[in-house]
């Protein structure tokens, strides 16, 4: 097979928008102005400034960011983007639906605020619609991204007190997860900020033990930038261990850092690094180590089975993750299909190249014997209309400047992509002369 660049699985329109969106997010002025812009556009309550009801700035909006990381606000809108990711040569896609809550940082909710019944349980069926809509838009192998804060504030009310779903969102979250075992789809529950996360993790385990006795449904989200995380992490395996059911984890780095309180980060990005690196590594090859050690509180060192997403746009941790893998598999010892996941618009230098491995892996004999050791590439992507997506937007543009390092090695990609699609045209349009 011949040497292609990875980009070259994306058509020249997409190559271009990309490189003008790397562009702005390299440039400190203009990303600042931009994420001040959407961050006033997203947080204003202005009717003239509601993006769903000005058509202007609906208009400039819908052709720039939201098409470069959003699926789209119809079914068929999205069925279709869908399906040119696949075509592309994507395993699956993550999808979620784009309504999201988020506080202040280190902001309190308060315990004993009351909640119009009525108004609380419109909020959740409407939630619940919003997820059961998205659940009919994937196909089996594909994975739904669910966000507890978005089914209203009784419910973050609850998730922050710690508390077991009260009736009416635990009846709505076992519809969702009875139909996403019917139809083999995988149900990402979202981290969110950390004082929401304990309460999430708790709901998160109560349907795992419930619906992961076999095969992973249910997922938990782990952020390597936490310091907590290897103890947590290391006490949920303890359970799935203890208590006979699949661990679902995706993995990823964080995406709440200006929205929490910083003395819970890791105080440098090596650090964080490592820790991902480390809690991968222990994941991939079922056997616990310096970074993700045993539980004080563990009956059983043994490591229960895993079911593993990599979420992450780092090259390096890529590398690292596939090489073990292909250790792992080579020994017979891999015991879960590897997942990577990356965002839609972001880092398509790492997805395109996990899609081009998948596809040669699978072309090779070599690795006929080694189905398992094929990376399995995914795009996350949300979807609904463009006010829903803002806050989703606003996360983006802030995660691109705390990453100028690796947005500019992906605009260098780009830019060598699109110098090869001109040189090609151009040869071609020579030839006809």
Same mark, same amino acid.
């Given at each position: 097979?011949?040497?292609?660049?990875?980009?070259?699985?994306?058509?020249?329109?997409?190559?271009?928008?990309?490189?003008?969106?790397?562009?702005?997010?390299?440039?400190?002025?203009?990303?600042?102005?931009?994420?001040?812009?959407?961050?006033?556009?997203?947080?204003?309550?202005?009717?003239?400034?509601?993006?769903?009801?000005?058509?202007?700035?609906?208009?400039?909006?819908?052709?720039?960011?939201?098409?470069?990381?959003?699926?789209?606000?119809?079914?068929?809108?999205?069925?279709?983007?869908?399906?040119?990711?696949?075509?592309?040569?994507?395993?699956?896609?993550?999808?979620?639906?784009?309504?999201?809550?988020?506080?202040?940082?280190?902001?309190?909710?308060?315990?004993?605020?009351?909640?119009?019944?009525?108004?609380?349980?419109?909020?959740?069926?409407?939630?619940?619609?919003?997820?059961?809509?998205?659940?009919?838009?994937?196909?089996?192998?594909?994975?739904?991204?669910?966000?507890?804060?978005?089914?209203?504030?009784?419910?973050?009310?609850?998730?922050?007190?710690?508390?077991?779903?009260?009736?009416?969102?635990?009846?709505?979250?076992?519809?969702?997860?009875?139909?996403?075992?019917?139809?083999?789809?995988?149900?990402?529950?979202?981290?969110?900020?950390?004082?929401?996360?304990?309460?999430?993790?708790?709901?998160?385990?109560?349907?795992?033990?419930?619906?992961?006795?076999?095969?992973?449904?249910?997922?938990?989200?782990?952020? #390597?930038?936490?310091? =907590?995380?290897?103890?947590?992490? !290391?006490?949920?395996? %303890?359970? $799935?261990?203890?208590?006979?059911?699949? /661990?679902?984890?995706?993995?990823?780095?964080?995406?709440?850092?200006?929205?929490?309180?910083?003395?819970?980060?890791?105080?440098?990005?090596?650090?964080?690094?490592?820790?991902?690196?480390?809690?991968?590594?222990?994941?991939?090859?079922?056997?616990?180590?310096?970074?993700?050690?045993?539980?004080?509180?563990?009956?059983?060192?043994?490591?229960?089975?895993?079911?593993?997403?990599?979420?992450?746009?780092?090259?390096?941790?890529?590398?690292?993750?596939?090489?073990?893998?292909?250790?792992?598999?080579?020994?017979?010892?891999?015991?879960?299909?590897?997942?990577?996941?990356?965002?839609?618009?972001? #880092?398509?230098?790492? =997805?395109?190249?996990?899609?081009? !491995?998948?596809?040669? %892996?699978? $072309?090779?004999?070599?690795?006929?014997? /080694?189905?398992?050791?094929?990376?399995?590439?995914?795009?996350?992507?949300?979807?609904?209309?463009?006010?829903?997506?803002?806050?989703?937007?606003?996360?983006?543009?802030?995660?691109?400047?705390?990453?100028?390092?690796?947005?500019?090695?992906?605009?260098?990609?780009?830019?060598?992509?699109?110098?090869?699609?001109?040189?090609?045209?151009?040869?071609?349009?020579?030839?006809?002369?």
């Amino acid at each position: 097979m011949p040497f292609q660049p990875p980009l070259s699985l994306l058509s020249l329109r997409v190559l271009i928008r990309s490189y003008l969106i790397a562009a702005l997010s390299v440039s400190p002025r203009l990303l600042t102005l931009s994420l001040g812009l959407l961050s006033i556009l997203a947080n204003s309550k202005s009717p003239f400034l509601n993006i769903d009801r000005n058509p202007v700035f609906r208009y400039v909006l819908r052709k720039t960011l939201y098409a470069h990381f959003c699926a789209g606000e119809t079914i068929g809108e999205v069925r279709t983007t869908l399906s040119r990711l696949k075509e592309i040569g994507y395993k699956g896609v993550i999808l979620a639906h784009a309504k999201e809550i988020v506080l202040e940082a280190g902001k309190n909710v308060a315990a004993d605020e009351k909640y119009d019944d009525l108004v609380a349980g419109l909020d959740v069926e409407t939630w619940k619609h919003s997820n059961l809509e998205t659940l009919k838009m994937v196909e089996e192998g594909d994975f739904v991204a669910v966000k507890f804060s978005g089914a209203g504030p009784q419910v973050v009310q609850q998730l922050a007190q710690g508390v077991q779903p009260a009736k009416m969102i635990e009846n709505a979250i076992v519809e969702i997860c009875d139909i996403a075992q019917s139809k083999r789809v995988g149900l990402l529950i979202d981290a969110e900020q950390s004082f929401l996360q304990p309460g999430i993790d708790l709901w998160m385990l109560r349907y795992q033990r419930k619906y992961n006795k076999d095969e992973a449904v249910v997922y938990g989200t782990y952020q #390597a930038y936490l310091q =907590s995380t290897p103890e947590t992490l !290391s006490r949920h395996l %303890s359970i $799935a261990q203890d208590e006979g059911f699949t /661990l679902g984890v995706k993995l990823v780095r964080g995406a709440y850092m200006s929205n929490d309180l910083p003395h819970l980060f890791w105080s440098t990005k090596q650090e964080t690094d490592c820790n991902y690196n480390g809690v991968a590594a222990a994941l991939i090859q079922s056997e616990y180590n310096d970074v993700l050690r045993p539980s004080l509180a563990a009956k059983n060192l043994k490591f229960p089975k895993v079911k593993l997403i990599l979420a992450t746009h780092n090259h390096f941790s890529v590398q690292k993750a596939m090489e073990i893998q292909k250790q792992e598999a080579a020994k017979r010892q891999t015991r879960f299909d590897l997942c990577f996941g990356q965002l839609m618009g972001m #880092a398509d230098e790492v =997805s395109c190249e996990l899609v081009m !491995s998948g596809i040669k %892996s699978k $072309a090779s004999k070599a690795s006929q014997n /080694l189905e398992q050791g094929v990376p399995l590439a995914y795009k996350y992507l949300p979807w609904g209309s463009v006010g829903e997506c803002m806050m989703y937007l606003v996360r983006r543009a802030e995660e691109n400047r705390s990453a100028v390092a690796r947005t500019e090695r992906g605009r260098s990609a780009l830019k060598s992509e699109i110098s090869r699609w001109v040189f090609k045209l151009w040869t071609r349009m020579l030839s006809t002369f």
